[in-house]
C-alpha cells in the first residue's frame, strides 16, 4: 500500500461505516488501546425486506432449484420469511450449503437439520468451493442476495461453470446518520459501495478536506474515486486486512507525535 507523504496526518478517530460483530471487533479494539484512538462504529445501510410483488417481478421459479447457498443469516430469515409470506413450501429434498457453520447453525431457526442435507465452509466462500464441486453436476444453485449482489462469488462460480441464479429477497438502504453532519473523523472506513451511497445521500455537499478515507475491495474503491475522493488507504495482497492496512497507515502518520495521551473529548464528521 502506497501512501501519499502529503495525507499522511495525525489520527486522533475514526469511523467504521459498520456495525462489527464480537470476532471482527478484537482488531480494531487493539488498534484503539495500541495508539489511544477513539473508533466509533455506525451503519451506513440497514437491511428491509423485499416485497413479494418486487421479487415476482424477477419470474424466478423457486422449484427450479435443488440447491441454496446461503452468505449471510440475513439471506436466511429473508429466504424463508419470503416463502412463508408466499405460502411457498421448501422441499425436504433441497440441498443447503452455507459459507460458514454459524450459518449453518442458524438454518436451524427454520428447518430440522435432520430432515435436511446441510453443507458448510471455513468462513470464507472460497474454502466451500471444493464442497460445492462435489454437486456441481447435479444440481441448480439458487443464491438469495440483496441489492448489493454477491460479485466475488458469483465469479468464483462462473469460473467453475455451476448452474446458478441470484435472486433478491431483501435490499440494502441508506441509513438515516445526519446527526453525524458536525462531527469530523480523522478517517472514514467503507467497505461497499451502498455505504459510498449512504454518505451522498445524507450529505449531497459532502467534503473531504483533510478526511482520509479506507477503502475494503476494488468496488468499494471505485464508487469512492467516481465521487472524487482520495482513497488514502486500501489493502493489498502483503496487508491482507482492513486493518493492518489502517495500523500500517497510523504508524507512519503518527511518527512524529511526541506524546499519545487518551481522548477525552467527543471527535468532531466536518471541519
Do not use: W
Amino acid at each position: 500500500m502506497a501512501l501519499d507523504s502529503e495525507r499522511l496526518l495525525p489520527v486522533k478517530s475514526i469511523l467504521v461505516t459498520q456495525v462489527m460483530n464480537e470476532a471482527n471487533l478484537l482488531p480494531y479494539n487493539k488498534i484503539a488501546e495500541k495508539y489511544q484512538i477513539k473508533i466509533d462504529y455506525r451503519a451506513f445501510t440497514e437491511v428491509r425486506p423485499l416485497p413479494v410483488r418486487e421479487f415476482r417481478r424477477q419470474k424466478i421459479n423457486l422449484d427450479d432449484f435443488t440447491a441454496i447457498i446461503f452468505t449471510s443469516k440475513n439471506a436466511v430469515d429473508y429466504f424463508f420469511g419470503l416463502c412463508e409470506e408466499m405460502r411457498y413450501k421448501t422441499s425436504e429434498e433441497i440441498k443447503y450449503f452455507c459459507v460458514s457453520e454459524n450459518i449453518a447453525f442458524y438454518l436451524q431457526k427454520h428447518i430440522t437439520f435432520r430432515k435436511r442435507k446441510v453443507f458448510h465452509g471455513s468462513n470464507k466462500f472460497a474454502d466451500l468451493i471444493p464442497t460445492l464441486l462435489k454437486h456441481r453436476k447435479k444440481e441448480k444453485f439458487l443464491i438469495p442476495c440483496s441489492n448489493a449482489g454477491q460479485n466475488a462469488y458469483t465469479d468464483l462460480l462462473k469460473e467453475s461453470e455451476f448452474q446458478f441464479q441470484e435472486a433478491e429477497m431483501f435490499q440494502t438502504a441508506s441509513s438515516d446518520i445526519k446527526d453525524l453532519e458536525d462531527v469530523f473523523y480523522d478517517i472514514l472506513v467503507f467497505f461497499n459501495p451502498l455505504s459510498v451511497k449512504a454518505l451522498y445521500d445524507n450529505f449531497p455537499d459532502f467534503k473531504q478536506n483533510n478526511t482520509r478515507i479506507a477503502a475494503f475491495g476494488s468496488a468499494a474503491a471505485k464508487a469512492l474515486q467516481e465521487r472524487g475522493l482520495l482513497v488514502d488507504i486500501v489493502p493489498d495482497e502483503k496487508l491482507m486486512s482492513m486493518t493492518n492496512a489502517i495500523e500500517t497507515y497510523i504508524k507512519a502518520a503518527n511518527a512524529n507525535l511526541t506524546t499519545t495521551k487518551p481522548i477525552d473529548a467527543e471527535p468532531k464528521i466536518s471541519e
